[in-house]
């Protein structure tokens, strides 16, 4: 494995947030592989330790960051700074904004404490990423990564996580915009269907939600909640390998002049398609779905 280390990643810093699991654990994996020095964040002890008993020296855990507390991102700063000089490193390759999770539920009865906790996660945590790293990523000659699905699509009942979307779409193509003068690129990395933990868990937070839910309410949307139950379940059996989209934010980071979005994964090119209509049009499909 040296010699392909010595061939693509050259030992360059890049950060990855949530890898406790799914696309953030096989990304940041796939990328200590393939010779860059990988600070992976978790939230918590337990997926540290397990990141740090695997021994690989190119792999970097750092444990806390949790992106709602602004306050742990100094010393994730200063760590990476650290890491980064006593590998001869002039400065940071790649911030790659992958945390975040979301839920299902109708806006009318969205938990709305955990979506706080999510825009945090998702917007509020990767802008302030961005302005204590962007000096590093200036040095590094780096570029900025943001990992999402199809961000232009309104699907009923997910937009906890498809409104975070639309947003990192976004700042992603505003930084594209503001850190031209330094050749810094922003990409967007689009997931369609990915198998991770995340559906599982949205499809048992959202039977407890149901049973705490308020009957007048939930009669409401039961019957439509009932059917998306069973069209995700049906989705769940196609998605692709978290890999996926490991291999593209790898093509992304080598790519000498990288495009502005990669797309993988189950149902990817069917978003880019829907990206590109007229949003009427959009609105229309989505509500016969």
């Keep these: 494995m040296s010699g392909s280390r010595s061939q693509m990643g050259f030992g360059r810093g890049v950060l990855v947030t949530g890898c406790s699991s799914g696309i953030g654990r096989a990304t940041a994996l796939h990328l ?22 695997l021994g690989n020296p190119a792999l970097v855990p750092y444990f806390p960051l949790d992106l709602r507390k602004l306050e742990h ?70 570029r900025l990564l943001w990992i999402a699905t199809p961000a232009l699509i309104p699907i009923p009942f997910v937009a906890s996580i498809h409104a975070c979307d639309y947003a990192a779409n976004c700042l992603t193509r505003t930084f594209a915009l503001e850190l031209k003068p330094w050749k810094i690129p ?32 939930l009669v409401l949307y039961r019957e439509a909640l009932e059917k998306e139950k069973k069209g995700l379940a049906a989705f769940d059996q196609k998605r692709s390998t978290p890999a996926v989209i490991a ?43």
């Design 186 to 217: 922003s990409i967007f990395v689009r997931c369609g269907g990915i198998d991770t933990a995340a559906p599982g868990k949205n499809a048992r937070e959202l039977d407890l939600d149901m049973a705490r839910w308020p009957k007048d309410k």
């Design 32 to 53: 200590a592989d393939r010779g860059f020095t990988v600070f992976a964040t978790v939230r918590c002890r337990p997926d540290f330790e397990e990141l740090n008993a």
């Design 247 to 289: 291999q593209k934010v790898l093509e992304a980071l080598l790519a000498a002049r990288p495009r502005r979005v990669y797309r993988a994964g189950y149902m990817s090119r069917a978003g880019a398609v829907l990206d590109v209509l007229p949003q009427r049009l959009v609105d229309y499909i989505m509500s016969r779905r």
């Design 73 to 142: 991102i100094p010393p994730l700063a200063a760590r990476i700074e650290d890491v980064l000089s006593e590998r001869g490193q002039p400065g940071l390759y790649a911030i790659i904004s992958n945390a975040g999770a979301g839920s299902v539920s109708p806006l009318e009865l969205l938990d709305l404490e955990a979506f706080r906790g999510e825009l945090e996660t998702r917007l509020l945590g990767p802008v302030a990423l961005a302005q204590a790293l962007l000096p590093s990523l200036r040095k590094g000659g780096g």
